[in-house]
């Protein structure tokens, strides 16, 4: 009996270590590529634009692998954190983040800004119907994760976790500021980096909280 019991308890915790995977595959291959890449300019270049160039293929798996391993932790979060609205409400969310993510890696931006090398040294006068998907699959990606840190974070005040429902709810809102609104567009590239990483880092820490609740 606690065989049976059991197994299906390891195996959601599994399904959960997928969000710490998913929030560490692609900060760690899109900056070390961006730090590598010759004539890679982050201050300039936005990080899904190494989607282009010989070694695209390699940001290609950071938004595909990382949207599959986010759409599998999206169906641990259903196991672990129903009921109630945000433990209904949140994996949906998580899982549009994870289709959000794999749409980034089959539609890619347009070259521009002398990326990659041998592109125009400036934008393009009309975007490609792929760089527009691309756009769309970015902005839904990032403002779906930052309804999910809110939410959870009301979640996390009513069960009297006050850390965690602070660090959810300035996690999304840094998010946001940064990747919503109007700024000038000399620092997009630097704030969606920095943004990218924030989520990147709540999946993490979500991750590893939710294999606690289950445990």
């Given at each position: ?203 993490v820490a979500l991750s590893w909280r939710a294999r606690d609740?289950?445990?």
């Amino acid at each position: 009996m606690t065989t049976v019991t059991e197994t299906p308890l390891r195996r959601t915790r599994f399904i959960l270590g997928c969000g710490t995977v998913a929030g560490l595959l692609f900060p760690v291959l899109s900056f070390g590529q961006a730090f590598t890449r010759s004539g890679f300019d982050l201050r300039r270049h936005a990080v899904s634009s190494l989607t282009l160039g010989d070694l695209g293929w390699l940001q290609v798996i950071a938004f595909a692998g990382t949207g599959v391993l986010a759409v599998a932790f999206a169906v641990g979060l259903w196991q672990a954190l129903r009921p109630g609205r945000a433990g209904t409400v949140v994996p949906v969310l998580v899982g549009v983040y994870g289709v959000a993510m794999v749409g980034g890696g089959i539609f890619v931006p347009d070259p521009a800004l002398g990326w990659p090398p041998g592109a125009p040294a400036g934008l393009p006068e009309q975007a490609s119907t792929g760089s527009i998907l691309h756009t769309v699959c970015g902005a839904a990606a990032f403002l779906s994760l930052i309804a999910a840190g809110l939410l959870l974070a009301r979640r996390f005040a009513a069960q009297g976790d006050r850390t965690w429902a602070l660090y959810s709810a300035t996690s999304g809102a840094v998010a946001f500021v940064l990747t919503a609104l109007p700024w000038s567009e000399g620092s997009a590239s630097i704030r969606f980096a920095v943004g990218a990483v924030l989520i990147s880092g709540w999946l993490v820490a979500l991750s590893w909280r939710a294999r606690d609740e289950v445990a």
